[in-house]
Antibody, heavy 112, light 112 residues
Framework: EIQLQESGPGLVKPSQSLSLTCSVTGYTITSGYDWSWIRKFPGNKMEWMGYISYSGSTNYNPSLKSRISITRDTSKNQFFLQLNSVTTEDTATYYC?????WGQGASVTVSS | DVVLTQTPPTLSATIGQSVSISCRSSQSLLHSNGNTYLHWLLQRPGQSPQLLIYLVSRLESGVPNRFSGSGSGTDFTLKISGVEAEDLGVYYCVQGTHAPLTFGSGTKLEIK
């Protein structure tokens, strides 16, 4: 059974970078699928941020394109999110996901 | 970006009642390859989202068959035939036909 687990700091200061790790077990991220980062803002709004494919190509939401980077470490079966120049509007719960499987989410607050 | 409008925003149902949620798209979700990439997710309280239905009407493995999806083009419906207590949470439609992937605003199902 595939499992995804997010990890990273829960508090980030404005203007700094947000970095999260998604650790995947039960499936090798180079075997198939796109591996996404999605966030849920306070309230119900959900936003797809981007993905890294099984081949290593990336695709980002144009609304974030200048600030986002998704990379991976295939030896650890992990992929990563980096979001630069964060503001309080980036406060959200961040999920890593393969379309049919989601992590539990990492709550990130941007505050000084 | 494609805007998905979900109605109603909240829904209150008794156990055993049948309910429907509407998802209307600002553009047709029929892809040039013949597929319609409209899916439904449920986020139960305190849990991560789970995939219920994909490609309009295909039931994800392990999802009870009281859930069904229908629709085409720009109008889609999720139906729950006989609500159970475990069905409470927020339902989202999500489209993957047009980049970037976008989500509906969510429908909160409450149990009376």
């Amino acid at each position: 059974e595939i499992q995804l687990q997010e990890s990273g700091p829960g508090l980030v200061k404005p203007s700094q970078s947000l970095s999260l790790t998604c650790s995947v077990t039960g499936y090798t991220i180079t075997s198939g699928y796109d591996w996404s980062w999605i966030r849920k803002f306070p309230g119900n709004k959900m936003e797809w941020m981007g993905y890294i494919s099984y081949s290593g190509s990336t695709n980002y939401n144009p609304s974030l394109k200048s600030r986002i980077s998704i990379t991976r470490d295939t030896s650890k079966n992990q992929f990563f999110l980096q979001l630069n120049s964060v503001t309080t509007e980036d406060t959200a719960t961040y999920y890593c996901a393969r379309g049919d499987a989601w992590g539990q989410g990492a709550s990130v607050t941007v505050s000084s | 970006d494609v805007v998905l409008t979900q109605t109603p925003p909240t829904l209150s149902a008794t156990i055993g009642q049948s309910v429907s949620i509407s998802c209307r798209s600002s553009q047709s979700l029929l892809h040039s390859n013949g597929n319609t990439y409209l899916h439904w997710l449920l986020q139960r309280p305190g849990q991560s989202p789970q995939l219920l239905i994909y490609l309009v009407s295909r039931l994800e493995s392990g999802v009870p068959n009281r859930f069904s999806g229908s629709g085409s083009g720009t109008d889609f419906t999720l139906k729950i035939s006989g609500v159970e207590a475990e069905d409470l949470g927020v339902y989202y439609c999500v489209q993957g036909t047009h980049a970037p992937l976008t989500f509906g605003s969510g429908t909160k199902l409450e149990i009376k």
